[in-house]
């Protein structure tokens, strides 16, 4: 399940630069996650990172987006050719 950022956001920039994959960029007015991109951190760390530092509990499990750990594994695959 790719992780996805709600209302409780305040644009503070903690998550961006945690994300392994680049999937969280500005939005107008809060960031957002590529679900394209989210490993929710797998074959990185052991919990999402963005959930980790953001201030807020803003980042949230996605349920439009569920996916088991392997296929979290193969999408890390995709992005990062290993």
């Not at 790719?2 to 007015?29: H, K, L, Q, T, V």
Request: charged share 25%; with cysteine.
């Amino acid at each position: 399940m790719a992780i996805m950022i709600n209302e409780e956001c305040i644009a503070c920039d903690a998550c961006r630069p945690e994300c392994p994959n680049d999937a969280i960029s500005e939005g107008d007015p809060l960031y957002i996650i590529n679900p394209d991109l989210c490993t929710e951190c797998v074959g990185f760390h052991d919990t999402p990172q963005c959930a980790a530092v953001c201030p807020t509990d803003a980042c949230v499990p996605d349920p439009s987006h569920q996916e088991t750990r392997e296929q979290l594994i193969e999408k890390k695959k995709k992005i990062h050719g290993e």
